[in-house]
């Protein structure tokens, strides 16, 4: 299997290098990586991973900033994600950390970390048992 | 026909299970199933159920949270619904319960099954009767 | 030529009845109708009309609840609309009646008649005169 | 070359007349008229005039109302013809002038005559120049 | 290496002079230019630079304005790019400025020109080390 990992320069967390260590553990798995400036620029990079570098897979990650407007970029560039997987039937694995999200720089790296290392393994996991990234799980409604 | 299921690890009610509980029953259906991460994952795998394991109508099954980031993955997640739909000419009954619609956990899980159950029944249903799905129905307007 | 018509079982008028009454008075047309559980379900529902039963033009029919979360799903289906028609490049006629837009059960049946019934006349219309469904007209702005 | 209009009933000032007015000052234009209800209607027309009609530019003529739900009109009628443009690789020049940008008739119908006249002149305008049309420009911001 | 640049006539900084400054440093590049009103005229003109004219990637440059309605033709702006890029499989540099991001004229125009300057060099930066263009940068978040 071959994964692509598309990351940004804006991230404050170096999150592809996360993804790729995580990756690494498990044995015979390729890997195609590239960086660009912004979440916004990250649908067209998925979609040149898939189509031009053969990924079966990709993991898009991003941490947009704690603004409406960086909201409003992260809006698009998910909007974007999901067109491009429509387009390419392959799925895209979108790790976004939103600087809000974390009250502190440390916060925040920790949660990126959890964020990027725990999604390779969510096909395994079972449904409908609340599963939230990098916080307490909800767990099931009917406890 | 063939009915494909699609729900989600994030979902705190096991909504892809109720779904074929309730489609079993229906004698002559055959049914393939997916568990992804969150609804933000359905639209693709809605399209790979459709044009890779040939289902004729799929059930896209979520449980948005709570909170306003919440509520724009849902539209996200609806628009892609949407586009799947157009791209493949086939119907894809969307079956999202918000968290803040129920006041308890036991309401949701309650709320969420009576939902899932009601759809697969939703083609013998009459044109404007004014049906709410899990609540009271509104009924016709010219009482 | 043969129109398509498709409305919804949540609205609380028949307004595909309403429609086909209407249509019926001009001779030489052929209707094809479907009715689908929601607005969110009329892209899609269009669109079969349109490529698999030849409809030349479709009316959608749909009756939007008053909440919030009914605004963004009348949004969501107008989008789908829109990207229905420039993909068959065929004309879609949107009739949406929001249930906000009356003030009771009565109100709201004679608005869905009037704006119905009306768009089976929009395109022998003139333009730039203001036109208003189901309520008095704008009128021409050099009065 | 052939310049396609579209206009809508909806709208108060006669703006595709206006548009054509103004065209025809300019020689050897060919022009292919469309009217539809509302602004929603304008994209499928658009790219009806382009592709079946053969324009090799279309205007697209609107007067959305005052109210919010009108600018959620405007705003999804505007992503339909941005995607008709990038289907066609064809300009769409969107010339729509809010209800609520002028205080009354004759100033609606000023503003709506301006806009549309300078439109055809877009062509041969200077770059970072702060152009507003039917206003007084900004003019560049190092003065 | 062919390189578009798209501007607009409604900017009050001639970013496209700015950006073809920046990139004749560079040596073996050639360029392409296209100038259209606003920024919604931008998805269509990069989209017929990368086809049309075999431009290997884009700069479309803008400056929307201050209200909320130029705040929505960004937003609608920005997914025709986005939508533009996937289906062309070509990266866009989207370099906009907003106008009330600047206290004046003059920090507008050096705003415009810090940003339209820095884009050439996106492709040279390190990934997840908080770059803020224009501005004095994040920082990584583990410092």
Chains 1, 2, 3, 4, 5 share one sequence.
């Not at 598309?6 to 195609?32: C, P, Q, W, Y």
């Not at 991003?62 to 407007?69: A, I, L, S, V, W």
């Not at 491009?84 to 916060?107: P, S, Y």
């Amino acid at each position: 299997m071959r994964v692509g990992v598309a990351d940004t320069t804006f991230s404050r967390v170096n999150m592809g290098a996360i993804a790729i260590d995580e990756l690494k553990k498990h044995a015979s798995v390729a890997i195609e990586r590239v960086t660009v400036p912004g979440i916004k620029d990250l649908p067209v990079a998925c979609k040149k991973l898939i189509e031009e570098r053969r990924c079966d897979i990709v993991m898009a990650l991003g941490m947009p900033g704690g603004q409406e407007k960086d909201r409003l970029c992260a809006h698009e560039a998910s909007q974007g994600l999901i067109m491009c997987q429509l387009m390419t039937n392959t799925h895209i694995i979108e790790v976004f950390v939103h600087e809000d999200e974390a009250k502190d720089g440390r916060e925040l790296a920790w949660l990126a970390e959890q964020r990027t290392v725990l999604h390779p393994r969510d096909l395994e996991r079972e449904a409908g048992t609340g599963q939230r990234q990098g916080f307490a799980d909800a767990g099931p409604a009917r406890r």
